[in-house]
């Protein structure tokens, strides 16, 4: 046998200098820092100027710590859809925002107030509100960086800010839109309340938790009634707030429910006859019937006394006893003790009756100091002060009135979602929007609830959880007690109680605010504004600020419509935010819109879920499982971050951890080394090697019509905002019909197949179209290995300034190419034991039949063998596999019959070796 030859200088291996180690968090931020230089922003606006528009209007986020994972989701989607729109040729500017005003922001700067031991009360509102305004845009500017780090392409240097003087001239304006259309009305009903930050709550900023409550069961003594057997008997109501006690005014009864008398030591006391036995067990005691019967309705005209009567004044009234639809005998006792300041169903009944609120509790939780009973004492959402053994059980208690108190009731509660404390019913002067104020064209309850018919929803079960809310909303309420917001622009005058809608008046004030911000809403310019036909001490200038829902819920009338951002229009395509926003930013702009346009300002809302740990556990400092985006970018890079955005089913709540990135850090790997091997693969093509689809062997057609299958997967998943589905079927793509099947059987022909080979060229032709068509791809996915892999072949102009791949139209037997890739899994699951009983080294050495009926290959049985990845192809009864008997071929290492001995040619390399040689000496 002669020495074998070396034949690797002529095989064709791909050649590239791109790294199979990506080194993202050492390589993006270089990307970057070149997209910034270049403004590819600007270049891509230049590039789609005149295009479709599609609109995509940023909720601000609040200007207010560090990015956290629930930004970075939500960026990443926004990006996601701006990336791919614009891939389709659509003008797709994104403008982002922040929301700068509000107690998030206030409650920080008095923090720092606290540490320091200064009283924010004796600063100056002026100078609060700059430190405010500082604060916020202090926060602006680290979030703004650190958003721009996850690759989101935006006009980062024309945000728009919600303190922005013109942002809130803009707010203003939109306030006083319905102050001159009459949708504004100044009230006194309960409201969410929070002591501890001292103002109303919108119900979007209060979440609920389950706590443990203080419950008690109160008698108040029957001293009249129609029904001349209870006198003398005492109504029991149980509560679990306690505080509530000392501004009761009245008793509800079910009209329909069944009333009994029973006997309790030496009290005959009144209750619902289904809650007898679950009362009974509270009081420690069997209750046994003591006369009267009747229903509910059979107590109109009844009157009770509050326990601490004895007090005079307010608490010698007596108390009626009123029929309340909203009585239910599912806990308690069937009677429920009103508290007109304190409860919706309390307010409604006790004014349909002539009660009024008192205002007994102020707006730190302590009564008044004038309050006959505990004035002055509090605060009222203090455990220690609703306790058994607090100060208002034990009065109860000595008094005679108190059955039952235990600190043991679980359930769920209000708290403010700022400050974590609980929140209260709290009656004030507010400020209200009518939900079912009668006017042309409907109610703003009737116009909302067709806009959302209108609309469009991803997921659609969106459509029922917003339209629910509305549907049962109370009226909304504007105003807030606090500093640093939007003032109420409202000029009220003092006789009347009637806020002045004067045009003129209005458009001075918003041009002051334009000039000069919120600080231009002060008393030394109280008469400027009003002008020459109004006396400013005829007027009670109002100091409320505006709930930040509505400065949100305004924003696209002032980034929309103000034409500060030409490139932008309204209304927008899409909306996009947490689920939490249907209460929130998608209701407050819907109503806000309805209100003053007519319709939403929005076509579609498009929502995600939240993000959880691993275990699915909600994400908190406390528990100390919260997932850092700047740590992840810093360990992984950002891409890895985006690629798990993406693959999640981001439209319920997701779970993320180390495992969970191991996995798609895995999966990155695949995509990339896809890519490597395209320009590897792909070097020194020109266009003179390309190859019509019509004159390619049938496997590269078939490639062609799976890409051409890919292409309309990928083009419906955009307009379903699906982009899991779009992410997983690239990722399947890139796996299972390239790497392990499309350049697992082409390899031989690209390695060892002369470069004019039609077979080749057809390959090559082939790897360029999916290099051109999976770099655009997933350039809105992997935006800095997309740019990097597209300069590595094409330096200059970025990817993402190119649009969606033209890819060819090619016809195939779809069912015979699924029958035939059946068959090649079979083949290889046959091929497997053998390879591990090291009967065969790999699956060239086989030998393979095929039953009689398996479907053709084009070029029968060798294209089979081809197919196979195999030695040579037979067919026969059933699926069989042998070892070879033909040598192997020393260059394609192949084993064919004829292949004289083991290192020798086959004919295929005899030729292209020959070929090479006689090159290579003409070179030389």
Known sequence: MTEQRDYRPTVFLPKTDFPMKAGLPQKEP??????????????????????????LHDGPPYANGDMHIGHALNHILKDMVIRTQTLLGKDAPYVPGWDCHGLPIEWKVEEEYRKKKKNKDEVPPKEFRAECRAYAQKWVDVQREQLKRLGIGAAWDRPYLTMDFQAEATIVGELLKFAESGQLYRGAKPVMWSPVEKTALAEAEVEYEDIV?????????????PVAELVGAYAVIWTTTPWTIPVNQALAYG???????????????????????????????????????????????????????????????????????????DSGTGLVHMAPDHGEDDFALCKAHGIEPKFAVQADGKYREDWGWLGGQGSVINPKFNAPDGP??????????????????????????????????????????PMDQAREGGTLREKALKAIADTRFVPEKGRNRIGAMVEGRPDWVLSRQRAWGVPITLFVDRKTGQYLADPAVNARIIAGVMAEGVDAWDDERAQDYLGPDYNADDYERVTDILDVWFDSGSTHAFVLESGRWPELSWPANLYLEGSDQHRGWFQSSLLESCATRGRAPYDAILTHGFTMDAKGMKMSKSLGNTVNPLDLMRDYGADILRLWALSVDFTEDHRIGKEILGGVADQYRKLRNTFRYLLGALVDFDEAERVAPADMPELEQYMLARLGTLDATLAKAVADFDFNTYTRALTEFCNEDLSAFFFDIRKDSLYCDAPTDPKRRAYRTVLDTLFHALVRYAAPVMVF???????????????????????????????????LRALRTAVNEAIEPLRREKVLGSGLEANVTVPADAPEAEHGLEGLAELFITGTVARGQELAVTRTEDHKCGRCWRHLPDVAE??????????????HDAQAGGAA
Not at 37 to 51: I, K, M, P, S, V
Not at 902 to 915: H, K
């Open 30 to 55: 270089g990307i970057l820092s070149r997209w910034q230089d270049e403004d590819l922003y600007g270049q891509t606006r230049a590039a789609r100027a005149g295009a479709e528009k599609f609109i």
């Open 213 to 225: 409550s203080t419950q008690i069961d109160v008698a108040f003594e029957i001293i009249d009634s």
């Open 902 to 915: 083991d290192g020798a040619l086959c004919g295929r390399c005899e030729t292209v070796v020959a070929a």
């Open 785 to 819: 290995t997309a740019e990097e892999v597209w300069q590595s072949r094409y330096p200059g102009a970025s990817v993402h300034l190119l649009e969606w791949p033209q890819v060819p139209a090619v016809s195939v037997d779809v069912a015979r190419w699924d029958a």
């Open 255 to 329: 009209p329909e429910v069944d009333y009994v008398l029973v006997q309790l030591g030496d009290k005959r006391i009144l209750l619902a006859e289904a809650l007898v036995a679950e009362a009974g067990k509270r009081y420690g005691a069997e209750l046994a019937p003591a006369g009267w019967t009747g229903k509910g309705a059979d107590l109109a005209g009844t009157m009770a006394r509050h326990p601490m009567h004895a007090l005079g004044g307010f608490f010698a009234a007596p108390r009626p006893l009123l029929a309340g639809d909203f009585v239910t005998t």
């Open 392 to 433: 208002i059980c034990t009065a109860l208690a000595e008094a005679g009135a108190l059955l039952a108190a235990s600190a043991d009731y679980k359930h769920s509660y209000p708290h403010s979602w700022r400050s974590k404390a609980k929140v209260i019913y709290r009656c004030t002067p507010q400020w209200f929007v």
